[in-house]
């Protein structure tokens, strides 16, 4: 499956934005989804993660209560909503799928076989 992510920026801390990852060549349904991130010179971290029916989801500590990982199968695109935004969330944001016929989520970077491009989300203080 390919993928495409979208929706990065600029944005000020406190703001909010929704990144989108786009699947082509296959059907998202059959695929674990999860998003990542990768800060200058650290390295590529979990974000949050959604099982292949959106029954479980996982969000990282860091995150937690602010971002928020959905997926719509129709529209073969998983979400990441981030709310209350800091300058430690600037990143580029990766989302990665990872063909599943379960019902857990993975977050493992390891686990993923299949990942998006990446897309720059800068917030500012």
């Known amino acids: 499956v390919q993928l495409q992510a979208c929706g990065g920026g600029l944005v000020q801390a406190g703001d909010s934005l929704r990144l989108s990852c786009v699947a082509s060549?296959?059907?998202?349904?059959?695929?674990?989804l999860g998003w990542f991130r990768q800060a200058p010179g650290k390295e590529r971290e979990i974000v949050a993660a959604?099982?292949?029916?959106?029954?479980?989801?996982y969000s990282a500590d860091s995150v937690m209560g602010r971002f928020t990982i959905s997926r719509d199968n129709a529209r073969n695109t998983v979400y990441l909503q981030m709310n209350s935004m800091k300058p430690e969330d600037t990143a580029v944001y990766y989302c990665?799928?990872?063909?599943?016929?379960?019902?857990?989520?993975?977050?493992?970077?390891?686990?993923?076989?299949?990942w998006g491009q990446g897309t720059l989300v800068t917030v500012s203080s």
């Open positions: 990665a799928a990872k063909f599943s016929g379960g019902s857990a989520y993975y977050i493992a970077v390891a686990e993923y076989n299949s």
């Open positions: 060549g296959r059907t998202l349904a059959r695929y674990a």
């Open positions: 959604i099982s292949r029916n959106g029954g479980s989801t």
